[in-house]
């Protein structure tokens, strides 16, 4: 098992930047993959981006360019640097963890952005 927990959400205005951490209860090195979803008000949670304890990385569309996951094995920690932030980035964001064929979650940290 790993217990996840979200941290860096704020309000923000657009074009700021932000930076969520995700802390892992133990070591993440040989974890297969983790990333960060969201989900705003109203819609299904989304794929942000995900990394795999390989490095490979993929993003959604609508982050590529501004977006950027990376992860610090040492730290157990995973990382998303927001730049350029829109309104319609505005959601609650999930850290997740793939290992073994399950499935964890952290409990969400809000990220809103508006004047």
């Known amino acids: 098992q790993v217990q996840l927990v979200e941290s860096g959400g704020g309000l923000v205005q657009p074009g700021g930047s932000l930076s969520l951490s995700c802390a892992a209860s133990r070591s993440i090195f040989s974890i297969y993959a983790m990333g960060w979803y969201r989900q705003a008000p109203g819609s299904q949670r989304e794929l942000v981006a995900r990394?795999?304890?390989?490095?490979?990385?993929n993003y959604a569309d609508s982050v590529k360019g501004r977006f950027t996951i990376s992860r610090d094995n040492a730290k157990n920690t995973v990382y998303l640097q927001m730049n350029s932030l829109k309104p319609e980035d505005t959601a609650v964001y999930y850290c997740n963890a793939v290992d073994s064929g399950f499935i964890y979650w952290g409990q969400g940290t809000q990220v809103t952005v508006s004047s």
């Open positions: 990394m795999t304890s390989g490095g490979t990385t």
